[in-house]
C-alpha cells in the first residue's frame, strides 16, 4: 500500500508517496537524497541514524515516514547556517577531534544537541556519558567525543542555540 507523506525537512516543504512500511531513514536517504543520516545497524542499537522530529532527537530508523507526516525534521544537513559557518555542536566536534572516522559523528551530534538542549546547557561528563548511552561510536572515541560534547554545550549556551 503506497501513501503520501508531507512535512518539513531542514525548513523545506517536502512531500513523497511511500509504502506504509518505509522508514523515516529511508525516506531521508533514498528519497530526498539526504544521506548524512546514516544507517548503522538496522536494528535501533547504534544511533547513527539520529534525526530531530519536532525538536526530540529521535531513531530515524525506528519510526515510519508516515508518523513523521506534517513534523518538522532536521537532519545534520540542516544543522550549519552554512558550509563555513557549521552549528556550535559540530564545530565543537570538530575542533576536539570527536569527529573519528565520521560514520557515527551525524548521530552523535543531533543527540548531544538534544541532551545539551533537555539539560539547559548544564551537561556533566556523567550526564553526556549516559546520555550517549544509544550511540555508538566503533572507534572507541568517547573520550573525544565527551569533550567534544561539553565544549559543544557551552558554545550553545554562548550562541543561544
Known amino acids: 500500500m503506497t501513501m503520501s507523506v508531507a512535512m518539513t525537512v531542514n525548513g523545506k516543504t517536502v512531500s513523497g508517496n511511500v509504502e506504509a512500511r518505509t522508514l523515516l531513514v529511508q525516506f531521508l536517504r533514498e528519497t530526498l537524497g539526504m544521506t548524512g543520516t546514516h544507517v548503522g545497524c538496522d536494528t535501533s542499537q547504534c544511533g547513527a541514524c539520529v534525526v530531530h522530529v519536532d525538536g526530540v532527537s ?33 564545530e565543537a566536534f570538530r575542533e576536539n577531534h570527536g569527529l573519528q572516522c565520521g560514520f557515527c559523528t551525524p548521530g552523535m551530534v543531533m543527540s548531544a544537541i538534544d541532551l545539551v538542549k533537555r539539560h539547559n546547557y548544564a551537561v556533566t561528563e ?20 565527551v569533550k567534544s560534547i561539553l565544549a559543544g554545550a557551552q558554545a550553545m549556551k554562548a550562541a543561544g542555540v
Open 126 to 145: 556523567e550526564i553526556v556519558r549516559h546520555g550517549l548511552e544509544g550511540n555508538l561510536c566503533r572507534c572507541t572515541g568517547y573520550h573525544n567525543i
Open 58 to 90: 529521535v531513531k530515524s530508523c525506528t519510526i515510519l515516514a508516515v508518523q513523521a507526516d506534517g513534523s518538522k525534521v532536521t537532519t545534520i544537513e540542516g544543522l550549519a547556517e552554512s558550509p563555513e559557518k557549521l552549528h556550535p555542536m559540530q
